[in-house]
């Protein structure tokens, strides 16, 4: 019997780089909260990062172009009374952040067109509704304005954050503290993985356990799942020897898994970062100084090793660009922000090509900013795949959407029902005229902002003045 040694795959020879010290963020005080997050959120536009911050909790935005050495004072988001856990960015809008605290809340930030001028205290949405810290966030794939949260009070929240609703509460379904949360890539079920070991599978709009699976992996330490393109379930997870394991799961039949793959001695917590398109997963560990990537197949052994991208430097956080971010022309596949101590590194992943035309079998289309859904549609049962674009010609960044928050009256249900169902239309109207106006009009909009930002740059300057003239003057 012959058997192909070496298995064809074009993500054979992928390789990693570290960005120079220019292109890094440097002097950042990362947060040293004990807690598994990744401490760091992509996308397009910016860099987001949890940090030391006294009395309460705050995080770092930054536009992506912002290299070298970050001031100490540079403006922070700082509503939070307690340390940030975990922040996301929401993926239908660059501008729209939420973060999850100590402090029980869930906060919703509009961030400024350019980043932001002074610190933010004021979020756009408070959400309340845990009675323990929020240690995980997630956005809705494809529905607007849809954000899960889970907390140490073992409960799942999921949240119409364009209302401020709490619309699922999932309370009973944990016993203990959920390590992990994540959608599948329509948004219609959610998997979960938890302190008693077990591995479920969630329908969270019928509030029921659809699959699961006792003590996933043997081990006492935290486990991590994502779902799959196809509807499997990767974990990860460690042996009752301390080993690390990577496992694949069929979520119609939990009962073995379909392929376990041991790693090594560690007791770093292993962060999955999946990519759809291409089904290579990376595995980055906290406190390590590698980041493994897999190829998934549909063939057995289903799980392939691709390679390790080493550096010396121990991680204590990772960001992971969504692929409209990328630079396709370089046959780039994956970017990451890797957190050290005191900066945070860019690491890109690329494919050797000779060719410079665009590598359509890299890129096929990936999910886009427009959502398919709107929440009300999605909370009242409907589906909708991502909607796709292409890269072909780099991602053109869209116009920003202001992000607005309707608060329900129960006293008049009806008539906000009217508002609420019209707003949705009112935006998609918005964009009917002429490309040639509509950037005027973004011009105009630019020049306004700035205005303001000067106008309110000056009126601090004068109070600073005035204070010291009622100094002088005693």
Known sequence: MSRQVVRTSKFRHVFG???KNDQCYDDIRVSRVTWDSSFCAVNPKFVALIIEASGGGAFLVLPL???GRIDKSYPTVCGHTGPVLDIDWCPHNDHVIASGSEDCTVMVWQIPENGLVTSMAEPVVILEGHSKRV???????????VLLSAGCDNQIIIWNVGTGEAMINLDDMHPDVIYSATWNRNG???CTSCKDKAIRVIDPRKETVIAEKEKAHDGARPMRAIFLADGNILTTGFSRMSERQLSLWNANNMEE?????EMDTSNGVLLPFY???TSVVYLCGKGDSSIRYFEITDQAPYVHFLSTFT????QRGMGYMPKRGLDVNKCEIARFFKLHERKCEPIVMTVPRKSDLFQDDLYPDTSGPDPALEAEDWFDGKNGDPILISLKNGYVQGKNREFKVVKKNILDGKATKNTENS????KSASPTPSIKSEAKLEEILKEIKSLKDLVSSQEKRIIKLEDQMSKIAI
């Not at 240690?135 to 304005?145: D, L, Q, S, V, Y």
């Not at 707003?423 to 009112?426: D, E, F, G, H, Y």
């Open 135 to 145: 240690g995980i966030i997630t956005w809705h794939p494809t529905a607007r304005n």
């Open 275 to 277: 990519d759809p398109d």
């Open 423 to 426: 707003s949705p239309a009112n």
């Open 65 to 67: 172009h912002k290299t």
């Open 311 to 314: 550096t010396k430097e121990p």
């Open 257 to 261: 898994p379909m392929t376990v793959t």
């Open 17 to 19: 780089q570290a960005a």
């Open 188 to 190: 219609s079920l959610i």
